[in-house]
């Protein structure tokens, strides 16, 4: 037995009575919060502070819209470093008494090799002529994926390093902590990043509909709500989640009509090396082009329309708002089991009557791979200017075949006229 002990301890085998609890957050409201809504019941007090800071947050987006696509993405970097510095504080707060060596430190270490990684890639595709007119980022650019491979080995071998007798379970624990974290926030932020780029009316629109579905699910959910929806969220109820659906479909039909009729928000944006700004400009393409439709036979003694005139897009907003209403939620309820789990109640206390910005954003990952493959699945066709992009890299041999071999097919097809020949 006591053989069988000391194996035991070898192994680090723990039970999850065994993990120490976390520390609750601190109170983070504002005091003229507290003196102004002192005379409110706890409820209602929740409510204002949710419902002001929720107003304040939605003015700074629409700032940041403002000022453009690089301030989005910088935007979506900061949220992005946010939530994993919040995932990976519970795992250091949770294990800090066992004394681990190098783990905060590998963690970040590995978000940069993850990160420099997706926006190398990103600058490859997107900014290849830039890259072309300096000669010190070639190198990087040409061997991109072997040095981001040296960098995360380098990460690898000090993980191995750390490792300490009688917490070698433990600290693999948190050697898969990091990496699924770093998949759930640096990975999908990526494809936020690359939704931006299809034009910022692929970013405002899912992320918008995700934010009217949680409003509208409290609201309705604060006001009417009686029959629980899940246990993981006992606050949550069918009838905020059915209410929160119906407004979210509404909203996303209704802001894509007002989004569609501006080339800034639906034309791809493209970085200009002449001005070295980036650029929305563009013909719409035909999702952004008035159609005429026939209204179902259902509907029309309703409507009392026979047609209806719409932008295309906004049939595509639907299926974006009906994921972000019926699967998105998901994302919420995936973190509030992660939070029960670590017996909390936010993942950080950064804003008032939210919690972190993770417990914002838990819905957001999710829909950002969804609307990436909804683009890549339904919407996007071969992209002629990232072709020419990666052209422009090859070498003049290379480029001279492709040339050759470009020619020879057209003249075989009849595009190119007989006396184009030789």
Known sequence: ?????????????????????????????????????????????????????????????????????????????????????????????????????????????????????????????????????????????RYHRFISFALYLAGFCMFVLSLVKKHYRLQFYMFAWTHVTLLITVTQSHLVIQNLFEGMIWFLVPISSVICNDIAAYIFGFFFGRTPLIKLSPKKTWEGFIGGGISTVVFGFVFSYFLAQHQYFVCPVEYNSETNRFVTECEPSELFQMKKYSVPLLLQAVLGWETVNMYPFQMHSIALSTFASLIGPFGGFFASGFKRAFKIKDFADTIPGHGGIMDRFDCQYLMATFVHVYITSFIRGPNPSKVLKQLLVLQPEQQLNVYKTLKSHLVEKGILQPSLRG
């Open 1 to 141: 037995e006591a053989d069988l002990g000391e194996r035991l301890d070898d192994l680090d085998l723990r039970n999850d009575l065994d993990i120490p609890d976390v520390p609750p957050s601190s109170d983070s409201t504002p005091e003229i919060f507290k003196r102004v809504l002192s005379g409110l019941s706890a409820r209602w007090k929740n409510w204002w502070i949710r419902g002001i800071l929720t107003l304040a947050m939605i003015s700074v987006f629409f700032l940041i819209i403002y000022m453009g696509s690089f301030m989005l993405m910088l935007l979506v970097l900061g949220i992005q470093v946010k939530c994993f510095h919040e995932i990976i504080t519970i795992g250091y707060r949770v294990y800090h008494s066992y004394d681990l060596p190098w783990f905060r430190s590998l963690s970040w270490y590995f978000l940069l090799c993850v990160n420099y990684f997706f926006y190398g890639e990103t600058v490859a595709d997107y900014f290849g002529t830039f890259v072309q007119r300096r000669e010190q980022l070639q190198f990087l650019i």
